[in-house]
């Protein structure tokens, strides 16, 4: 069965650092992976899509990257602003099961 | 393009009545996906629907059940409402086209049961 672990659950950091965010998934064997933003109480936006047969990708300011043997994704955001605080949540979404399996989430405060 | 909606936004119901929720796919979509999403915590798969039929579920009760209509939109039912069924109810969209493939989402419908 798989599982989806995002640590930290929060994390606090002052405008202007660069920080990454990770997620960790039990069954190697996924379809994709993506990463999105949810603002309070607002539903969820898709940030990047990473297919299994990539490594990474980039969008702006955020990197995704994928390594399926170590069962890791991490999103890297640089220069972080006020404006990123919101949650990120990671879900992959596997071979033949069409459903998308989440994270907890990792509630991130940009200080400014 | 409008993207994934979904109606109503927000809801209070009273524990034992029935609710139905509704969602509106992006288009080009020909898939639905309900989740249930508690406060704090990540979403839940409930069930998709694709070619008007419910084609996966997750471990929700029969209380839950859905629709999808031939111009692709959807409908999540829920009977016999309980206090725990409070969540933010998201719908998600996407192209089939044979495998998992990059989803949608609407802005949710927050439903408090009292």
């Known amino acids: 069965k798989q599982e989806v672990t995002q640590i930290p659950a929060a994390l606090s950091v002052p405008e202007g650092e660069n920080l990454v965010l990770n997620c960790s998934f039990t069954d190697s064997a996924i379809y994709n992976l993506q990463w999105f933003r949810q603002d309070p109480g607002k539903g969820l936006t898709s940030l990047l899509l990473?297919?299994?047969s990539q490594r990474e990708q980039t969008s702006g300011r955020l990197n995704a990257s994928l390594d399926k043997s170590s069962g890791r994704s991490t999103l890297y955001i640089a220069a972080s602003q006020p404006g990123d605080s919101a949650t990120y949540l990671c879900a992959v979404g596997g071979g033949s099961n069409y459903q998308l399996i989440w994270g907890a989430g990792t509630k991130l405060i940009i200080k400014p | 393009d409008a993207g994934v909606t979904q109606s109503p936004t927000h809801l209070i119901k009273t524990r034992g009545q029935q609710v139905t929720l509704r969602c509106s796919p992006k288009s080009g979509h020909d898939t639905v996906s309900w989740y249930q999403q508690a406060l704090g915590q990540g979403p839940q798969f409930i069930f998709q629907?694709?070619?008007?039929?419910?084609?996966q579920r997750g471990n929700f009760p029969d209380r839950f059940s859905g629709h999808q209509f031939p111009n692709y939109s959807s409908e999540l039912n829920v009977n016999a409402l309980l206090l725990g069924d409070s969540a933010l109810y998201l719908c998600?969209?996407?192209?089939?086209?044979?495998?998992?493939?990059?989803?949608?989402f609407g802005p949710g419908t927050r439903l408090t049961v009292t």
């Open positions: 629907y694709y070619e008007e039929e419910e084609r």
């Open positions: 998600a969209s996407s192209a089939l086209a044979g495998g998992p493939a990059e989803q949608y």
């Open positions: 990473i297919q299994s």
